[in-house]
Structure formats: structure tokens, C-alpha cells
């Protein structure tokens, strides 16, 4: 069964007297395309408990804001944590964003097959292929033992990525292993994955591992 809770938030522009009246900026942002589910997801981020690993179903057409909405909380809150990116090279991650997050390690595993050369740092580990999930799941323990802290999260994006390049039961496998290996850890875990029919028997798989599937949805 699985525990499918959804976030609404309804954005209302409110003028009060003696309020500051809203820049032309500022209102532009507001009623934006996008706005709405960024707020969702900023919103629902607050409410997860540390030590639990949440599966976000997300819509494709929301999906490219979820990785800047999630970095960018995390590192307002000025917590460390590992972003696993199966999706977009870690170069392309950082341009989006408004400053580098510096307590925020990567663990990059699409980089390779753009045919860029990139090497190791204090910042990144590069992984040959998203098919080499042992080197990935080593990786990411690597790098979240590297963090001193007792507050952490871990970003995967994307659940959905994986299954391009991988079977199912593998995917299915290698979630679980990196879920038991944080069990114990103080770690929020944030799964990414595209709304699909198509990956519907992977979701109820997930959901017995994880502590809870949400879709994110607008208000």
C-alpha cells in the first residue's frame, strides 16, 4: 500500500496598508510558471524528520525545479549533504545556482558519459556509468562519512534516471542498500522520481523500503 501524501499551497498576493508595496521583480517571481510548485516543495521539505528517506513523485513538467528548490533549502539551513546526480553533469547542477552550495558534496554519475574529462575532488566523485551502482553506492557512503555533522540529507535524482540505464530489480536493490546503510545515520533522504505509470510496480516496491512516497503537487 502505498502512502501517497500530497502538499498543496495556495499563493495569495495580500496589500495592506503600511505593507511595502512588491517591486516589479518581486511580483514577476510571484506569478511566475513554476512559483506554485516551488512553494510546495519548499514547504513539504520543512516537514521531514531527520533519519527518515522520502520518495518525491514529481511531475515531469515541475521536475526541473526540484533539484534548485532542494539545494537551495539546504543550504539556507546551512546543513551538509550528498547530491547524487544521475541526471544532469555537476557542472550544469552549479550554473543554475545563485552560489556555490559549499557544504554540499556531489556525487556525479552522467558526467563520464558526455565524454568530458573530469577528476575527483574535494568537492566531487566522478562514477564511470549510472550502471555501476556498487561504485555509486560506495561513493555516496564515502561521502557522507566525510561530513561531520549530526544533521545531514542525501539527494538522489534521479530514481527515474536510474531505470533508463538499469533493470528495475538492480534499481530496486540498489535503493534499498543505500536506504539500510543510512538507516541508522541521522540522514533525510530525498528520492527523486518522474510521475509515471510506467514505473508504477517500482513505487510499490520502493514503499516498503522508504519511510514515505509523497506527490508533490501544487495548491
Not at 512559483?35 to 519548499?42: D, Q
Not at 539500510?180 to 510499490?204: P, Q, T, Y
Amino acid at each position: 500500500m502505498v502512502n501517497d501524501t500530497t502538499t498543496a499551497v495556495n499563493s495569495t498576493i495580500v496589500s495592506s496598508k503600511g505593507g511595502a508595496a512588491l517591486s516589479d521583480e518581486q511580483l514577476t517571481d510571484l506569478l511566475r510558471p513554476g512559483k506554485e510548485f516551488e512553494n510546495s516543495l519548499s514547504t513539504l521539505v520543512k516537514t521531514l524528520s531527520m533519519g527518515t528517506t522520502n520518495l518525491l513523485i514529481v511531475k515531469l513538467k515541475d521536475y526541473s525545479s526540484a533539484p534548485h528548490v532542494l539545494l537551495s533549502y539546504f543550504a539556507a539551513q546551512k546543513m551538509p549533504g550528498v547530491y547524487v546526480s544521475i541526471n544532469k553533469p555537476y557542472a550544469d547542477i552549479v550554473k543554475t545556482l545563485s552560489a556555490q552550495p559549499t557544504q554540499t558534496q556531489f556525487v556525479d554519475a552522467i558526467t563520464a558519459l558526455t565524454g568530458m574529462g573530469a577528476d575527483d575532488n574535494a568537492t566531487v566523485t566522478y562514477i564511470d556509468s549510472p550502471l555501476a551502482l556498487v561504485e555509486l553506492n560506495l561513493a555516496i557512503s564515502d561521502r557522507l562519512k566525510g561530513l561531520v555533522s549530526n544533521q545531514k540529507f542525501l539527494i538522489l535524482d534521479s530514481v527515474s534516471t536510474l531505470l533508463v540505464y538499469n533493470t528495475p530489480q538492480s534499481v530496486e536493490k540498489f535503493c534499498h542498500t543505500v536506504i539500510a546503510k543510512n538507516r541508522s545515520e541521522n540522514v533525510v533522504g530525498l528520492f527523486l522520481m518522474i510521475e509515471s505509470e510506467d514505473h508504477r510496480d517500482v513505487v510499490e516496491t520502493l514503499a516498503q523500503f522508504v519511510d514515505n512516497v509523497i506527490a508533490v503537487k501544487q495548491g
